[in-house]
């Protein structure tokens, strides 16, 4: 399956039913969630700790780099999707409010080429 062909739906029931069938719910509260979030998230940036910025642009023509780093990815994104299913956050919903905001927060004609002004 693909990016193009999945929807968020789609991978939110297959965290939940791999929950269901190990009878985790009650060990996935939010605060666990979150906590597991964040530890994998340290995990994907040891990859990049210690190394320069093209080096870290290299690790995508790198196989094995880039197959540790999508692992580390994969493992971010199944919580997030867990911590959203848990709470009932809408990940869709909130990531277009999000973009609305930073278009407002940051115009691109005064943040164009700029990391802060």
Same mark, same amino acid.
């Given at each position: 399956m693909s990016d193009a062909k999945t929807t968020i739906q789609?991978? @939110?029931?297959?965290?939940?039913?791999? +929950?269901?069938?190990? /009878?985790?719910?009650?060990?996935? *509260?939010?605060?666990?969630?979150? @906590?597991?979030?964040a530890v994998e998230t340290g995990e994907l940036l040891e990859h990049f700790q210690w190394i320069s910025?093209?080096? *870290?642009?290299?690790?995508a023509d790198d196989p094995e780099q880039r197959r540790r780093v999508r692992?580390?990815?994969? /493992?971010?994104?199944?919580y997030l999707l867990n911590l959203a299913e848990v709470m009932g956050i809408d990940l869709s919903e909130a990531?277009? +409010?999000?973009?609305?905001?930073? +278009? @407002?927060k940051y115009p691109a004609d005064q943040y164009r080429g700029k990391y802060k002004l």
């Open positions: 789609e991978l @939110i029931d297959c965290v939940a039913a791999f +929950e269901a069938a190990r /009878d985790w719910r009650e060990f996935h *509260s939010p605060k666990n969630l979150a @906590i597991g979030l910025e093209d080096e *870290s642009w290299a690790a692992e580390e990815a994969a /493992d971010v994104f199944c990531f277009y +409010e999000k973009m609305k905001a930073n +278009e @407002i």
